[in-house]
C-alpha cells in the first residue's frame, strides 16, 4: 500500500494536487497518480462524523491525472484519505491530509456601460413610446467541462 500525500516539488504520485468546488458545489480532488494505477478506483474521506465516497475519472489525454467528485468538506479540519480499488475495495493508498483551501469556480461576465443622460433639458411632454433598447451580448456556451482543465496545472 502506498502513502497519499499534497504533492510538492517532487509530485510523487499518489499525490493530491488540489481541492476545488464545482459549479453545483461538490468538493473536487484532483490527484496524481502512478501510471501503474487501474482506472477504476474511488477515494473515501473519512472524518469523525462518517465516511464519503467519492466518484473519480481520468482526465481526458492525461492517465496519471484523476478528479474525484463528492460531498464538500469544509477547510481546515484534518481527514483521512483512501484511494480504493473499485473491483475488489483493496485499499490502494491513504494518508491524513488537511484541507487548507478550496478554489471556487471563476464565471466571466460581460457589463455595459450605459449612456450618460442628458438631465440639463426639461422634459415637454410625456411619450408613449418606448425607447430603443440594445440587445444584450450572450456569453458563448462551453462545449467542454470548465473544471478540471488540465492545461492549467503547472
Known amino acids: 500500500m502506498l502513502e497519499l500525500t499534497n504533492c510538492n516539488s517532487k509530485n510523487t504520485p499518489p499525490c493530491i494536487i488540489s481541492f476545488g468546488v464545482d459549479s453545483d458545489d461538490n468538493m473536487l480532488v484532483n490527484l496524481l497518480v502512478p501510471a501503474s494505477f487501474s482506472p477504476d478506483f474511488y477515494l473515501k474521506i473519512v472524518r469523525n462524523t462518517g465516511e464519503t465516497r467519492y466518484e473519480c475519472q481520468m ?31 483493496t485499499l490502494l493508498a491513504n494518508g491524513d491530509i488537511s484541507i487548507l483551501g478550496l478554489a471556487f469556480p471563476t464565471f466571466e461576465m460581460a457589463i455595459s456601460n450605459p449612456s450618460p443622460v442628458n438631465t440639463k433639458t426639461p422634459v415637454q411632454s410625456l411619450s408613449t413610446k418606448t425607447p430603443p433598447t440594445q440587445p444584450i451580448p450572450k456569453l458563448p456556451s462551453p462545449t467542454n467541462p470548465a473544471y478540471p482543465n488540465p492545461s492549467s496545472y503547472p
Open 59 to 89: 482526465v481526458e489525454n492525461f492517465p496519471t491525472s484523476f478528479y474525484c467528485v463528492g460531498e464538500k468538506m469544509p477547510p481546515g479540519g484534518v481527514f483521512q484519505f483512501m484511494l480504493v480499488s473499485s473491483k475488489d475495495d
